[in-house]
């Protein structure tokens, strides 16, 4: 079986739907938590329950290790990602120099992306910052010193900066990578 057929069934197991504004994110293990309950952990650093409760929750393939490895590689909804939230125990590792109108790399104006696992925040420090959200958002955003912008792993994006626009990108990661 596909990862298609697998996220067809994942969502009608669990009741769960997609939407072109959710962000799939790829199930790369599970745990449980205090609870004993199953928990997706993502590859974006989120993670997800995934509960067999039936009615609302028919999901009676996590009950088992079989089930549950089949799901491995299969993609979910990150209502995380969907709110633009940066895991718990990420921590800053890095960041660019303060770039202006002038400084900006060009690769910054076009779509580009983090790799996976690694988000980003933007800090504006004077003037504004367009900062446009490609699949799976459709959004566009001004960034100022009030308002950060929040970059998602493997999400395309670019900025345009306002002719006084000065900005620098915080990288984060989980610390143990």
């Known amino acids: ?7 067809i069934d994942l969502q009608f197991d669990c009741g769960l739907e997609s939407r072109e504004d959710q962000l799939l994110r790829t199930i790369v293990g599970f745990h449980q938590d205090q609870e ?19 009615p609302f929750f028919p999901c009676p393939w996590v009950m088992t290790a079989s089930g549950r490895g089949a799901r491995i590689g ?14 718990d125990g990420y921590a800053s590792y890095k960041q660019t120099p303060v770039f202006t109108a002038e400084t900006i790399p060009s690769g910054l104006r076009q779509q580009h992306a983090t790799k996976r696992g690694v988000w980003g925040l933007i800090h504006v420090v004077a003037g504004t910052l367009i900062y446009r959200i490609h699949h799976p958002f459709h959004t566009e ?15 395309q994006h670019d900025v345009q900066p306002s002719k006084d626009a000065r900005f620098y990108v915080e990288f984060w990661r989980r610390p143990e990578e």
């Open 1 to 7: 079986m596909g990862i298609v057929k697998f996220q």
């Open 141 to 155: 955003e001004t960034l100022d010193s009030q308002i950060q912008g929040i970059v998602l792993p493997e999400v």
């Open 74 to 87: 299969t993609e979910l909804d990150c209502g995380w990602c969907d709110g633009k939230t940066i895991p």
């Open 36 to 54: 004993s309950q199953w928990v997706a952990d993502l590859d974006c650093g989120h993670a997800q329950h995934t509960r067999h409760d039936p």
